[in-house]
DNA sequence: GTTACTGCAAAGCTTTTGCATCCCT
DNA sequence: AGGGATGCAAAAGCTTTGCAGTAAC
């Protein structure tokens, strides 16, 4: 919570709300997650201020915005480098923070500016894995 | 084309079209992108087909759907292991044919079954570099 | 002749936007 | 008081789907 407040933002009761849900969370959520967990508590929010209260964040580079669940957007508040495992079947995301060292191919290297890179690693969960079933996924 | 036809998909001039588009392609192309393509030489073409089709490929293993770029999913007909490197600002996307073999952490390995990983690269491509101007990246 | 594919249009999802009102600072 | 934030609803993207007609095998 402390790292979002007093960054110029109005604190309102749904960005307070929005924040403290953020904080800390590894669960990696979409926005409708997030939507419904802040509704909980002030049923008066809309899914345009979360929209809204994220994309603030993100332009403030408080919060990242995944890639890695095709059709929808996942958030992790952790800005720090790392990189992440999801279950192709559930979507549950997991962190893993170890540094690769990834070494671009110099071809790469002369022609990109390099700004950052992103391990995605694709499996099936435990829960997943217990109650069977086919997958098909991307990458 | 080769590597498409005789698989127990018939063969229409839609997706004769496609298939040849897609070949080689080392564009990855989005849907939009294939169906407008595929349009100048098969005007009747429709949307539809063209993801119904890229389904069929997608299932059968004959393409990989990508989802580095927010917002939209690409295609690649390559369905070796590489890895990608996009640029945050026009979105183009290389191939990085490189063996990075990562070895993922003890913890996540005995709950998820890895089935796979993908690296994504992010930068800004030498187009992009001589234009300037502000980006902001995703992971 | 079957069966699968096509095209159209409608619907489904996720995300964005305009605008009047509200309320934090 | 001022300016940014909210909420609503509409709109905008992208993708999926139902269905009748059509074409590949």
Redesign the interface.
């Given at each position: 919570m402390k790292k979002f407040i007093n960054k110029g933002l109005k604190l309102t009761p749904q960005r307070a709300a929005i924040f403290e849900y953020l904080d800390g969370n590894k669960s990696h959520p979409s926005a409708e997650d997030i939507y419904l967990e802040i509704k909980k508590r002030y049923p008066m929010t809309s899914f345009a201020t979360v929209y809204k209260t994220l994309e603030a964040l993100?332009?403030r580079g408080d919060i990242?915005?995944?890639?890695?669940?095709?059709g929808r957007?996942r958030y992790?508040p952790d800005t720090g480098p790392h990189h992440h495992?999801m279950?192709?079947r559930c979507k549950k995301i997991?962190d893993?923070h170890?540094d690769?060292s990834?070494k671009?191919?110099e071809e790469?290297k002369v022609?990109?500016?390099?700004?950052?890179?992103?391990?995605?690693?694709?499996?099936?969960?435990?829960d997943c894995?217990k109650k069977g079933g086919v997958e098909?996924?991307?990458?």
């Open positions: 993100k332009s990242v915005e995944l890639s890695v669940d095709p957007r992790d495992l279950c192709i997991v893993i170890k690769f990834l671009v191919p790469a022609s990109f500016d390099i700004t950052g890179n992103h391990i995605e690693f694709y499996g099936i969960c435990p894995k098909n996924g991307s990458i």
